[in-house]
């Protein structure tokens, strides 16, 4: 039931941010909604679920966008990790550090993707653009982050408390 | 919180599925997997052009509550007009626009001389490093990667990946993107490079010609990526570099990807 809800939500997150998500364009950057939705659960559920969603998260970016499928798993999970590394000595969740940890992030997300094009030998953005684009993401993504993990957690929150099917 | 073996399970976790994914990748991009490849992208396509298809439904509402806003300010009197009856207008004109636009393009088709097929967007690019679109044409309609995608404005870009079903675009704005360029009035020429607010040309110097704002860029043909002749803008600034062998402009790109929702694909030119 979970992982079912899981998989729906991360489709969902996927299709809004190549079909809405470019409409709210801001300073050339848009939000990140699979990311966003990965460093909630990353939150919520801890590192290594967050692992195992952001490889479904990222193969789904990577079926609708040009190129080979594993790029954008490869830089969601090295943002997890890393932010994993962070949190696990956390005691308290608070809005700014979900912040924090979804524009740190953005940046290695973005790292590694324009990395792994690189890698691969695709075409890669100019490092002056990518770089603008990435803290334009980076503030976005932070913005939007907290607001993301509050719902992560009431759905989390349900699901508990949801009774078990015997 | 966490354990040093929770830790490390997490670290060994992190590792296998980091080889897994270049693995994929890798293997994704082989030429014997563009098939496969192409064919899960597309199975994502049916859903993306009924999210966009219910986006564009919501614009179009949310132009109907702006449209009601401007004239209420406009004149209390039209307060007790029928909103029915308003939203109705909003949508007619919105169809007369989309008819404007469709013989537009019909125009350009005969214009040009080429042999095109219609395309509706059906997705946009997942990050903002590739500017993409994904549209509902594929290799069973004949879209093949390399061909070049316009609108009845101008040139939009070239097909990069196709499926059976669906195909990826990657626009002018796409940073990897370059064009080549004349311009209208100066004849000067230059490349075009794509950006995420403004399209970069490079123009080359001419001794006693300068480039001016107001000039159209059009395709020059040259390099034999795109055809010569189709309109890509209008040069917006112009910054004179006299250190340099080239001067930059700024291009007011004639298309807008977000605000687009088809465009044509030119099947009968073949990039050299």
């Given at each position: 039931m979970r992982r079912a809800a899981g998989v729906l939500v991360m489709v969902a997150a996927a299709l809004v941010q190549v079909t809405?998500?470019?409409?709210?364009?801001?300073a050339g950057a848009y939000p990140n909604l699979v990311l966003i939705a990965v460093v909630s659960i990353t939150w919520t559920l801890g590192v290594r679920s967050a692992l195992a969603w952001a490889c479904v998260g990222g193969v789904l970016c990577d079926l609708t966008s040009?190129?080979?499928?594993g790029p954008h798993a490869l830089a969601l999970l090295v943002g997890v990790y890393v932010i994993g590394l962070w949190i696990r000595n956390l005691e308290r969740v608070t809005a700014l550090r979900v912040a924090a940890s979804a524009v740190v992030a953005t940046c290695l997300y973005s790292a590694v993707l324009v990395l792994a094009d690189d890698l691969l030998g695709l075409p890669v953005a100019p490092l002056g653009v990518a770089f603008r684009l990435t803290l334009a993401a980076a503030a976005y993504n932070g913005v939007l982050a907290p607001f993301a993990f509050e719902v992560a957690r009431a759905l989390h929150g349900a699901m508990r408390t949801a009774p078990q099917p015997i | 919180m966490y354990s040093a073996r929770g830790q490390s399970r997490s670290t060994g976790l992190f590792l296998t599925l980091c080889a897994a994914m270049l693995l994929l990748a890798m293997l994704s991009q082989q030429p014997w997997a563009a098939g496969p490849r192409g064919m899960a992208k597309s199975a994502l396509a049916p859903v993306e052009e009924v999210m966009t298809s219910a986006s564009r439904q919501f614009d179009r509402l949310v132009s109907v509550f702006g449209d009601v806003s401007r004239l209420r300010a406009e004149n209390q009197?039209?307060?007790?007009?029928?909103e029915e009856l308003r939203r109705q207008l909003v949508e007619l004109n919105a169809s007369a626009k989309e008819n404007a636009s469709l013989r537009k393009a019909l125009d350009f088709e005969r214009a040009s001389g080429h042999r095109m097929l219609a395309a509706q967007i059906i997705g946009l690019g997942p990050d903002g490093f590739s500017r993409t679109l994904e549209i509902d044409r594929g290799t069973a309609d004949g879209v093949r990667p390399g061909m070049v995608v316009a609108t009845g404005a101008g040139l939009l870009g070239r097909v990069r990946e196709s499926g059976p079903h669906a195909a990826i675009v990657q626009t002018l704005?796409?940073?990897q993107s370059r064009v080549n360029v004349y311009l209208s009035t100066s004849g000067l020429q230059g490349t075009v490079s794509g950006g995420p607010t403004v399209l970069d040309l490079e123009i080359q110097h001419t001794l006693g010609v300068t480039p001016s704002t107001g000039e159209w860029a059009i395709t020059s043909g040259v390099g034999g990526s795109f055809p010569r002749g189709l309109l890509v803008g209008e040069v917006a600034t112009v910054t004179r570099r006299d250190a340099s062998t080239t001067d930059l402009a700024g291009i007011a790109w004639v298309n807008d990807p977000t605000s687009i929702s088809f465009l044509l694909v030119i099947t009968d030119f073949t990039p050299s």
């Open positions: 809405w998500a470019p409409r709210l364009e801001v040009s190129g080979p499928v | 009197r039209l307060r007790a007009a029928d704005a796409d940073p």
